[in-house]
Each structure stands twice: as structure tokens, then as C-alpha cells.
């Protein structure tokens, strides 16, 4: 048991990547408490949890309240008296030209993927300084945070903002005792990736550009996640881990 005694929060832990990182938390012992804005996913997740004996506490919460966001950690604080890892996961993805890209949909995905990591990372680290007893703040980046991919300019610029915060966060709270990493998945397969995964062309074509030669599982994030959450990552922090079966590496 990695985490046993441990709370850990994970947002958009409904879906996909999410969903496996919660998973995997609680079957280590963690008490594991789900942000998410699906009420119903979420209580979907909540209860094959509680199925399998783990303490779980489902918020509906859009990460992009602070208001909301304060209310779920205050519930999660309420329950277990402590928070002592982050998961900032919730996320979208929306392909768009750059030059088609809406102001709105620039807005989105930096209030979603951005901003929102800011308002939980802020409010969680506080209440963990003031804890005394440090943490372990892991924000869901992407390779896209680290090289660009056409038709993805505010979905790339959310991501390699999220790096940036993470490594401010990281040279700001190291004297706490709190360790911040980012995660960099490569392609996974969930719903944000399905219509390329459910066209069997493309995705044998984008298979190719794996060097592993095959897409991720969201398990495989879920291990690296269980990484940086536990003290075998005691001496990593402002790190970001890619998990891409060799894309980035590849020149062509
Ligand atoms: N799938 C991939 O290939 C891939 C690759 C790199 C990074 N990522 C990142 O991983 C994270 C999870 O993605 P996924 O592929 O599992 O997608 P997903 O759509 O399956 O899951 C995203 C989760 O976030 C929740 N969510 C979305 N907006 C929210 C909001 N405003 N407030 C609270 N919750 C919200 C959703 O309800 C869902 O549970 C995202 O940050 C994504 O950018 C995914």
C-alpha cells in the first residue's frame, strides 16, 4: 500500500485518465476525493470506489470557480483533515486551425486546463503549508506543453503554460516540503481521443509515429501519477515526466 493514510485529490477523475489515477490511488490505500463537472460520471466512479472499500468523496465542481473550488477542498478538508496530494487533471481538447481558433474557445481552454490547475494548486498548497507535513501537487500536462501539434495553438499554449506554473510552483514551495512535477502523456486513448481512434485509417497512420507503436492506456499514466504522488519521488520536483512510447524524440 503506497498511500496508505494519504488524501489525495484528483480533478476530472470521472473520465479516462482521471478515472485510472483514482483507481489506482485508492487501491493503494489513499482516501481519494473526485472534482468533477459530470455529476453523474462522478457518481458513477464514486460508487465501484466505495465497491471496492475505498473512502471516496465525489464534489460536482467546475475548476474554473474559485468559489466552487474552495467549497470542494473545504469538503475535502471537512472529511479527512488534511490534503496531502493534488491531481490537476481536468482538462479539454478542442482541435482548431489557429486561424479558425474563437475567442471563446481560446478563453476555455485556458480557464479549464489553466487557470483552473491555478485556483486548486493555489488554494491546496496553501492549506498544506499550513498543514506543516508538505505534498505532492502533480498537474496533468501533455507532450503538447513541450512541442507544438498543428490545429492545437490554445490547447498547447494551456499545457506549456501549466510547465511554467508548475516550475514556479515548484522553486516556491520546495521549502515546504512540497513537491510539484507535471506529467506529459502522449497519445491516450479516451474520449478526447476517440474520433481519431474510432477512424481506423488515421490512427494507423498515427500509430506509425510511435516509436512503441502503439497508443497509451490511461493506466499507464495512472502508474507514472502513483510515481510522483508516493516518496519514491522524494527528491523530484519542478519535473516534467513524458509518457509517450518515444514520440517526442522522433525527428521524423
Ligand atoms: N488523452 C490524451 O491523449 C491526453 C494526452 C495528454 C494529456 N492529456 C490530459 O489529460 C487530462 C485528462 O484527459 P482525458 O484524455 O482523460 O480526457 P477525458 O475527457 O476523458 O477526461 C477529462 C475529465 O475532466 C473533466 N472536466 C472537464 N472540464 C472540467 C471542468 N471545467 N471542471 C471539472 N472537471 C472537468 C471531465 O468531466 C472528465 O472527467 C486532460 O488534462 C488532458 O489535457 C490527455
Request: proline share 2%.
Amino acid at each position: 500500500m503506497r498511500l496508505k493514510d494519504k488524501v489525495a485529490l484528483i480533478t476530472g477523475g470521472s473520465h479516462g485518465i482521471g478515472r485510472a489515477v483514482s483507481l489506482r490511488f485508492a487501491r493503494e490505500g489513499a482516501k481519494v476525493a473526485i472534482a468533477d463537472n459530470e455529476a453523474e460520471a462522478l457518481e458513477e466512479i464514486n460508487a465501484l470506489l466505495r465497491a471496492e472499500g475505498a473512502e471516496v468523496l465525489g464534489v460536482v465542481t467546475d475548476v474554473q470557480s474559485k468559489s466552487q473550488v474552495d467549497t470542494m477542498i473545504d469538503k475535502v478538508t471537512a472529511q479527512w483533515g488534511k490534503l496531502d496530494i493534488v491531481v490537476n487533471n481536468a482538462g479539454i481538447c478542442k482541435p482548431s486551425a489557429f486561424l479558425e481558433i474563437m475567442e471563446e474557445d481560446w478563453d476555455r481552454h485556458l480557464n479549464v486546463n489553466l487557470k483552473g490547475a491555478f485556483l486548486v494548486s493555489q488554494r491546496a498548497a496553501r492549506d498544506m503549508v499550513h498543514q506543516g507535513t508538505g505534498g505532492s501537487i502533480i498537474q496533468m500536462s501533455s507532450v503538447n506543453g513541450l512541442a507544438a501539434e498543428s490545429d492545437q495553438a490554445h490547447y498547447n499554449a494551456s499545457k506549456g503554460g501549466l510547465n511554467l506554473l508548475m516550475m514556479s510552483m515548484a522553486l516556491e514551495l520546495a521549502e515546504y516540503g512540497i513537491r510539484v512535477n507535471s506529467l506529459c502523456p502522449g497519445f491516450i486513448e479516451t474520449r478526447l481521443t476517440k474520433p481519431l481512434i474510432e477512424n481506423p485509417q488515421a490512427i494507423g497512420t498515427y500509430v506509425k509515429t510511435i516509436p512503441m507503436r502503439r497508443v497509451g492506456q490511461p493506466e499507464d499514466i495512472a502508474d507514472a501519477a502513483l510515481f510522483m504522488a508516493s516518496d519514491e519521488s522524494r527528491y523530484m520536483t519542478g519535473h516534467c515526466l513524458v509518457i509517450d512510447g518515444g514520440q517526442l524524440i522522433k525527428l521524423s
